[in-house]
């Protein structure tokens, strides 16, 4: 435990929100796109990929940083609540994981072959090649995981402004630090 959470911490944490919620909207877009639009298509899959596997690194130095500095002390509130939040944190730690893992198997196992190209850059090699029966179990997956992060993630934020409307240092100690 520590006293507060330090800056890189708490810029992992809006950036990671960020990357997510815009992920988010542009999956909405690019799927939304007509085929008569192939070459904005084909821009926005490979970008909503490379912002997607972008967020496995940044999980992996926030886990990295939580083991090393710990977390500051949760504030006081009913015992249900404290455990209610750390499900909640624990299922979003998972679930900012789950996501891209689910999303780089689905681009793989896509039935039409396109490589992922990282920003246009690095090829990302895929691990098995196009098959449509993982597919069709992939793809929903990685979309309802998509689903189930964002709505955990605006509860969580919901009751982070509800604290802090209370008067409780949460959305400041993540905001501002100490
Ligand atoms: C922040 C992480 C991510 C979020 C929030 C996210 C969100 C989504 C959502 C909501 C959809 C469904 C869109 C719809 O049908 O309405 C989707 C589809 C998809 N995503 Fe992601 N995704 C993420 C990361 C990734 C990654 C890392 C990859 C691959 C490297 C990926 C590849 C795909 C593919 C291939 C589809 C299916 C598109 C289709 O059916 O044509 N996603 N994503």
Do not use: C
Request: charged residues 10%; positive net charge.
């Amino acid at each position: 435990m520590q006293g507060a959470w330090s800056a890189a911490q708490r810029r992992l944490h809006w950036a990671m929100a960020g990357l997510v919620f815009v992920n988010f909207l542009l999956a909405l877009v690019m799927v939304a796109l007509p085929l008569s639009a192939l070459f904005a298509k084909i821009l926005t899959y490979q970008l909503h990929k490379s912002l997607g596997l972008l967020l496995i690194p940044l999980w992996v130095w926030r886990l990295w940083l939580l083991a090393r500095r710990g977390r500051p002390a949760p504030f006081m509130l009913p015992g249900w609540q404290q455990g209610a939040a750390r499900w909640g944190q624990g299922l979003l730690y998972a679930l900012l994981i789950t996501v891209p893992v689910l999303g780089f198997l689905s681009a793989a196992a896509a039935p039409v072959a396109v490589e992922t190209v990282f920003f246009l850059i690095l090829p990302i090699p895929h691990p098995f090649p196009p098959n449509q029966a993982l597919y069709d179990v992939l793809r929903p997956l990685h979309q309802g995981a998509a689903w189930g992060l964002v709505v955990l993630a605006m509860g969580h934020g919901a009751v982070a402004i509800h604290h802090h409307r209370r008067g409780l240092p949460v959305l400041q100690g993540m905001w501002r630090g100490p």
